[in-house]
């Protein structure tokens, strides 16, 4: 069974004991930190032809994704097909790509059947971590190249759950939750291998203004 722990951010002026939950929320954001440092160092930054942008704009808005996730997974589409089979990084790459498109199916099936909630992320995940196929290409995803390295598994992990993350946020038009600090709300969860995940909400719809209608003159 699932067992869900917000992460509290407290305010305070004085000088308190670090509770767990504060504990956890400074250790996820010192590895996201680290992540990011990783991330940033294999960064590729190009220029491209503004028609050539709003193509690959809507081409990543009709896939349901933004463009930057849509860029990586051309290049990385590219990689698996110049690979082959017997490439260590297009097999880790394939699985990559099946477990993102299957967690982006699944969004979009339990959103639509009305299971959307603050915890939709675990919610997701969990049912995706039912079927055997999806956890099988999940252990691939992290796994293939760093076969033995504790360290680089865990980063590939990481990265790949933050990345289910934004992409199960983007298929169903959600948001991050804040908290009343205005910080990104973050919840823990045990049993399950996304441990750390923002919550989510929807944004709430604006209503409609119609124009007073103008009488022409007869």
């Given at each position: 069974?699932?067992?869900i722990?917000k992460?509290?951010?407290?305010?305070?002026?004085?000088a308190?004991?670090?509770?767990?939950?504060?504990?956890a929320?400074k250790?996820?954001?010192?590895?996201?930190?680290r992540l990011?440092?990783?991330?940033?160092?294999?960064?590729?930054?190009?220029?491209?032809?503004?028609p050539?942008?709003?193509?690959?704009?809507?081409?990543?808005?009709?896939?349901?994704?933004?463009?930057?996730?849509?860029?990586?997974?051309?290049?990385?589409?590219?990689?698996?097909?110049?690979?082959?089979?017997?490439?260590?990084l297009?097999v880790?790459?394939?699985?990559?790509r099946?477990?993102?498109?299957?967690?982006?199916?699944?969004?979009?099936?339990?959103?639509?059947?009305g299971?959307?909630?603050?915890?939709?992320?675990?919610?997701?995940?969990?049912?995706a971590?039912?079927?055997?196929?999806f956890?099988?290409?999940y252990?691939?995803?992290?796994?293939?190249?760093?076969?033995?390295?504790?360290a680089?598994?865990?980063?590939?992990?990481?990265s790949?759950?933050?990345?289910?993350g934004?992409v199960i946020?983007?298929?169903?038009?959600?948001?991050?939750?804040?908290?009343e600090?205005?910080?990104?709300?973050?919840?823990?969860?045990?049993?399950?291998?996304?441990?750390?995940?923002?919550?989510?909400?929807?944004?709430?719809?604006?209503?409609?203004?119609?124009?007073?209608?103008?009488?022409?003159?007869?």
């Amino acid at each position: 069974m699932t067992k869900i722990e917000k992460i509290a951010t407290k305010k305070s002026t004085k000088a308190t004991k670090v509770s767990k939950a504060d504990a956890a929320a400074k250790k996820a954001g010192g590895r996201a930190r680290r992540l990011e440092k990783i991330e940033k160092a294999s960064t590729v930054t190009f220029s491209l032809e503004l028609p050539v942008r709003k193509f690959i704009d809507a081409q990543a808005k009709a896939a349901g994704m933004n463009t930057t996730h849509y860029m990586q997974k051309l290049v990385e589409t590219h990689v698996i097909e110049a690979g082959g089979a017997d490439e260590p990084l297009a097999v880790r790459l394939a699985a990559k790509r099946k477990v993102i498109d299957q967690v982006v199916a699944l969004a979009v099936k339990l959103d639509a059947a009305g299971k959307f909630d603050d915890n939709f992320i675990l919610t997701v995940v969990n049912e995706a971590g039912k079927d055997t196929e999806f956890k099988q290409q999940y252990g691939i995803a992290v796994g293939v190249e760093a076969e033995g390295n504790d360290a680089a598994i865990k980063r590939a992990r990481v990265s790949l759950n933050q990345q289910i993350g934004r992409v199960i946020k983007k298929s169903v038009g959600a948001r991050s939750k804040r908290n009343e600090l205005g910080q990104i709300a973050r919840a823990q969860a045990t049993n399950t291998f996304v441990a750390t995940y923002t919550l989510l909400e929807k944004p709430t719809p604006q209503p409609k203004i119609r124009s007073a209608g103008v009488n022409a003159p007869a």
